[in-house]
């Protein structure tokens, strides 16, 4: 698919503090993206601070809901999207992310040419920001623990996460678009992508960048997985001198 149009959906819930840089790094992927038009829009769920003001003031559409759901924000904001986009027909990319998320600049890009070479779906990968070196590490471990050890090669990497996700309109309907969940609404997709035979691409040529925190807003997403690696690493011993952590890309 030669995609003629793009929208970037951002679901949020009181992100008034990350909020802002997120759609200052979508601005700069969207620009990398012209003359291809670029819309971005954020589902405000059930938000009580500024996080759709700040968001309107960056230029973002807004859709305001108060699900408390991720899927339900996703889809609120992507069935805005295709709206604001009708005219553009069924070549329309849609590229997910997370307001607590910045994308690289060629984000858009990347995604883009994936489309052009006839992928339906694009799964990218995440790296944590401002985590303590520990912390990476314990996750590293796991996370990178299938990558191929020499450099450069592909990785068919095997994660999933709505913070770093592409896929055609076409595809999207057809698989019935994001279920109303509170979390793990990406995975859900994406195996129902999967069983229909679309064809997708696992590449770490674009990662992004998540906030490492331990308070997050879906329950058991990457929050709590941190939390509980935190909490283990204290019945852990140190690591030895000279040991590194997994290579990051």
Sequence with gaps: MIPAAV????????EEHRIGA?????????????????????????CTDATAVIAARAGAHVVQIESRSVGAARAAATAYALHLLADSGPRVWLAMTDADTTVPDTWLTDQISWARQGYDVV?????????????????DADYFRTRPAEA???????????????????AYLRAGGFAALPTGEDRDLVARLTSQGHRIARTDRHPVRTAARLRGRAPGGLADLLAALRSSARNRPAATPGSAPAQLP
Excluded: M, Y
């Excluded at 929208?7 to 009181?14: E, G, I, K, L, T």
């Excluded at 450069?152 to 076409?170: R, T």
């Design 7 to 14: 929208a970037v959906v951002v679901p949020a819930h009181n």
């Design 22 to 46: 997120c759609l200052r790094s979508v601005r700069r992927a969207a620009a990398q993206a012209a003359p291809l038009p670029v819309v971005t829009v954020v589902a405000a769920d059930a």
């Design 123 to 139: 799964l990218g990968i995440i790296l944590l920001a401002r985590a303590s070196r520990r912390l990476a590490a314990l996750h």
């Design 152 to 170: 450069g090669e592909p990785w068919d990497h095997p994660h999933v996460h709505g913070a770093n996700l592409g896929l055609s309109a076409a």
